[in-house]
């Protein structure tokens, strides 16, 4: 409203892959596409297709620490220092790791927690997904906007939040406790769900179709 007449502002909601929003999947035949175990706790880590390399760097750093804690990850490390982390969890039969998932679908639909960015995108498809996450916003977006993203999600219980200059203190052990709180995880499922837009692609199509025909008129 700032920089826009607040009558011509709509909130859409942005567009998800149907693929993602519906999955065909079930957890265990999701688990079964990384190589993974249907009684382990799983966490799906991604920084966006370049890494994130802060994240990337405390994942790596508590390898040890999940494997003790029977926790068993889906890592998408982007490509920036790849092989650094790819080389890290070589010896890790609890860890699939690698620069791209071809499979969003099914990494969301293994995972019981989610370690993200806190863009627009990635913001929408953890809601839609329902899964409980912890944000660690991006720091140098503009103005900050990853950090309000998050915010929002956080105030109302539906998601955890790190900085990126704690990343490495928190993340971790925040990961770990979390997990294994069951009832901490089940409400934030139910509370994500309420920042979800399942049909923002037709909203945004109904809104232009309809600017279409009235300008004709």
Not at 146 to 157: I, M, S
Request: hydrophobic share 45%; charged share 15%; proline share 3%.
């Amino acid at each position: 409203e700032q920089f826009f007449p607040s009558d011509k502002i709509m909130v859409t909601g942005n567009p998800v892959r149907k693929n993602i929003s519906s999955s065909m999947y079930t957890r265990d035949a999701a688990l079964m596409q990384f190589g993974l175990l249907p009684e382990r706790k799983t966490v799906l880590i991604v920084g966006g297709s370049l890494g994130a390399n802060s994240i990337n760097d405390a994942i790596m750093h508590h390898l040890e620490a999940f494997t003790n804690q029977n926790i068993q990850l889906i890592w998408q490390t982007g490509k920036s220092n790849a092989t650094k982390y790819t080389n890290a969890a070589k010896s890790y039969s609890n860890v699939y790791v690698n620069t791209f998932l071809d499979d969003m679908s099914a990494a969301y639909t293994a995972a019981d927690l989610v370690v993200s960015r806190a863009g627009a995108m990635s913001v929408a498809e953890i809601a839609l997904t329902a899964k409980p996450c912890v944000f660690v916003p991006y720091p140098f977006a503009a103005e900050d906007h990853q950090t309000f993203n998050a915010k929002k999600l956080v105030d109302e219980g539906a998601a955890f939040m790190v900085k990126d200059s704690m990343v490495q203190e928190e993340l971790g052990p925040l990961v770990i406790d979390a997990i294994h709180q069951a009832g901490v995880l089940e409400t934030m499922h139910h509370k994500i769900q309420a920042f979800a837009v399942s049909n923002a692609d037709s909203i945004i199509a109904e809104q232009i179709i309809s600017l279409v025909i009235h300008s004709k008129n």
